[in-house]
């Protein structure tokens, strides 16, 4: 097994992530319906169990995590069971996914089986290495859930909100504001948080939007 201490993360520029997380959504949820049900492709075409566990998350402060061995993901069963963390659940799936495609081979270089062991994971490995770790996750995940084709779809419909909301002449003056205002109801399509709307409708550089 490697040592975590000197663990380093190997870069994966953003332009690849993004084509292997839509390479990935094209073959397991090719009719690219939203919201994408992410629990159906782990369990019905990846072959993975979804293992829900007591004390997750207010023990060891986290939702979920993949198995070392790739033969499944470990959730919250309290946060399972709600449907009030049905988004947050949808993204940390995702989250995982990003892992075992990304990251495979560094999930079988070490022994994370048990809550106790992804502690010592998230202990030992250098921050920075950690940060980058993460953020590749979870920018596949952002990109999965959320396809940039329906996204551009979703945020025309929602930008012909904006005479409803008064909000028309307010675009050109702080586009941020509008963006928070409409991300309610743009993130219900994909069914995610309007944390992750804001991040992938920037990240895309689709906001401020074109006024042509």
């Known amino acids: 097994m490697e040592d975590i201490a000197v663990f380093k993360c190997p870069y994966i520029d953003k332009a690849t992530i993004w084509e292997k997380a ?12 939203i919201p994408i049900d992410i629990e159906k492709i ?8 979804v293992e829900p566990t007591w004390n997750l998350s207010n023990s060891f402060d986290t939702d979920a995590y993949l198995r070392n061995d790739l033969s499944g993901i470990i959730v919250d069963y309290e946060r399972y069971m709600n449907d009030k963390y049905i988004n947050r659940l949808r993204f940390s799936f995702a989250h995982e996914i ?41 920018e596949f995940a952002g990109r999965l859930l959320v396809p940039v084709e329906s996204l551009i779809i979703e945020l025309k419909k ?16 702080d586009p941020d504001m509008v963006l928070v205002a409409l991300s309610p109801a743009l ?19 689709l906001w401020p939007p074109g006024l042509d």
Request: hydrophobic share 35%; charged share 30%.
């Open 98 to 138: 990003g892992h075992l495609v990304l990251h495979k081979e560094i999930y079988q270089n070490f022994q994370i089986n048990s809550p106790q062991e992804l502690i010592i994971f998230m202990r030992e490995i250098p921050d920075k290495e950690y940060s980058l770790f993460e953020y590749q996750a979870n």
């Open 187 to 205: 993130c219900k399509s994909f069914g995610v948080s309007e944390q992750v709307i804001g991040i992938r409708v920037e990240r895309e550089g």
């Open 42 to 49: 782990i369990e019905k075409k990846l072959n993975l169990h």
């Open 22 to 33: 839509d390479s990935f959504r094209r073959e397991h949820w090719p009719d690219q319906i």
């Open 158 to 173: 929602c930008l012909k909100l904006l005479p409803l909301y008064d909000m028309q002449d307010l675009l050109d003056k």
